[in-house]
């Protein structure tokens, strides 16, 4: 785990700051890197134990590894919707339940910066809410979020396997 | 001023001639002697063995006591903790991506699913970098007794503790001394002898001869030493003081190096044309360049920065891998300073590394500077049995350029909106710096010249 194993994440006092995950040069390439990093930090706080840490990446265990569960238990971490949740919250910074126009925007502009023009942001953008937005409420929620992503195979491209 | 004469001072003297005596004698008679002649005693590979078991031995010892406690003992994974899908372009992930989705449209579109890609290989990243571990030292998989190896190994028994002792003991009193001893005969007669105890070469008809480049991967200031053993080269590098500054001044009274003025180092021309006119010259010697820049942990090679491979001529590319279980050479050095570097190089078990001369090889037509120098790593790594990594050895000190997430931007943007004038190719995207130099300061240039030119 990058948490205290073999990367160098590790901070003294057992808790992590975004700062130190700018340590990972592989994240820094990423284009929506800071988007990942804010995304173990909960609102307003600045650190992040290992506790949370943990429960963060438990998203990405692959789905097929969990026990059947009866319905009365919680759902574990790594189902399905939680997945689809933590890509959701990834566009949805402002955690208002819905990924209004500007923050769709404001996500193409980070994967795409200079590549694209102005004017091609926004058909873009456009266009995608025009597709997912069936309420045309001009924003997209998490059930309509839900529901353009039906068919696509998220637990194998949201899962990592750890090798043990 | 009286001198106080004890009764045994006349035998403590005694002693202690007969015994530096018995050292020198040891010294030359088995190491210097025969290092000079090239006899072997079989001594080393008896060593390496008897090594080996103890460390198997150990191992085992540290599985029982785990299994006592029942526990897993934990074991670190050199090639990562996470399984790694066969690394496929973006272009291709995202098609797998919408192909699941809707049905293909005519004309490549955002799709909200995308996300997805860049948001695993980001949380990938942080459960495993690629990069970032190349830069410590590589944990092994067992424990070699050494302390400074030790990462998270628990469950050392009484007699491991006892074992280690003993080791310590060895090392820094036997073995220690001994090395510290050949480094003060070694440095004042220009030779460096540290702890070489294994040395494997093969294919020794591929080595570099006059007017040619020897390329390498860069681990430690040790490999100069290495190959300097096996052949006369003329280095190229940055000009030292001190006694590496000694050392240099005094190489070059014996054959031509070409070292070079931090000032001149900006001036990638100047460098380009001193290293071809040397390479021109059919009577001198090979040149040894490490294009990386910068010492890796020997477990990958990291970006070949292409200054070496733009000059017009063979290059012999060689590759040395150290065997780690016996110490590890890698120099850390925004970690450990020189003298501490050696210190802890002569106070482990041994230096075993391996060293392959490959074919030489030359640039192709059509073929531009950047690509050859990827094809000679490529080889490299290959031989050495390393992973072949496009990232820049300067990452060690430097922060990742905005310029690779403009790469990653760049290829995504191609797969929503479709090609767009590709003018120039990606290839300004690396750090430039044109003196290869087994350094610890490199200097980089944003040189966003291509290879079109300017």
Known sequence: MGFNGTSPLLDQRGELRPEDFGAIRELSMNPIGDRIISAFFSPGKETVDFASFVRILAHFHPTETSRSRDGVQPEPANSRTRKLKFAFQLYDQDRDGKISREELLQVLRTMLEMQVTEEQLQSIAERAIQEADLDQDDAISFDEFRKSLEKVDIDHKMSIRFLS | MTWFTFPGDNLLCRCLGISITAWLTLLFVFIIVPAVLGVSFGIRRLYMRTLLKIFAWATSRMEMGAKEKNQQLHKPYSNGII??????????????????????????????????????????????????????????????LLTRSNYNF????????????????????????????????????????????????????????????????HTTPIDVIILA????????????????????????????????????????????????????????????????????????????????????????????????????????????????????????????????????????????????????????????????????????????????????????????????DEGEQSDDMHLEDENQEEDENPEDESNQDSTKGQ
């Not at chain 2, 970006?303 to 110490?327: H, L, W």
């Open chain 2, 83 to 144: 399984a790694k899908e066969s690394p496929s372009s973006l272009q291709q992930e995202l098609q797998e991506l919408r192909g699941s989705a809707s049905c293909p449209r005519s004309e490549p579109e955002f799709e909200m699913a995308d996300i997805f890609y860049f948001c695993r290989r980001g949380v990938e990243s942080i459960l495993d970098d690629e990069v970032t571990k190349r830069f410590s030292a590589q944990e092994l998989e067992s424990w070699n």
């Open chain 2, 154 to 217: 628990r469950h050392i028994s009484l007699r491991l503790t006892v074992l280690w002792g003993l080791g310590v003991l060895i090392r820094y009193g036997i073995l220690l001394p001994l090395r510290v001893t050949l480094a003060i005969t070694g440095i004042s007669l220009l030779v460096v002898l540290t702890t070489l105890v294994g040395f494997l070469p093969n294919r020794e008809e591929n080595k570099p001869k006059n007017g040619g480049i020897c390329v390498s991967n």
């Open chain 2, 229 to 420: 053993n096996d052949g006369c080269y003329s280095m190229v590098g940055q000009v030292h003081g001190g006694l590496m500054g000694m050392m240099q001044r005094a190489m070059v009274k014996s054959s031509p190096h070409i070292w070079f003025e931090r000032s001149e180092v900006k001036d990638r021309h100047l460098v380009a044309k001193r290293l071809s006119d040397h390479v021109a010259d059919k009577t001198k010697q090979p040149i040894l360049i490490f294009p990386e820049g910068t010492c890796i942990n020997n477990t990958s090679v990291m970006m070949f920065k292409k200054g070496s491979f733009e000059i017009a001529c063979t290059v012999y590319p060689v590759a040395i891998k150290y065997d780690p279980r016996f110490g590890d050479a890698f120099w850390n050095s925004s970690k450990f300073g020189l003298v501490n570097y050696l210190l802890r190089m002569m106070s482990s078990w041994a230096i075993v590394c391996s060293v392959w001369y490959l074919p030489p090889m030359n640039r192709e037509e059509g073929e531009d500077a950047m690509q050859f120098a990827n094809r000679v790593k490529a080889a490299i790594a290959a031989q050495g049995g390393l992973v072949d990594l496009i990232w820049d050895g300067g990452l060690k000190r430097a922060k990742v350029k905005d310029a690779f997430k403009e790469e990653q931007q760049k290829l995504y943007s191609k797969v929503l909106v479709g090609e767009q």
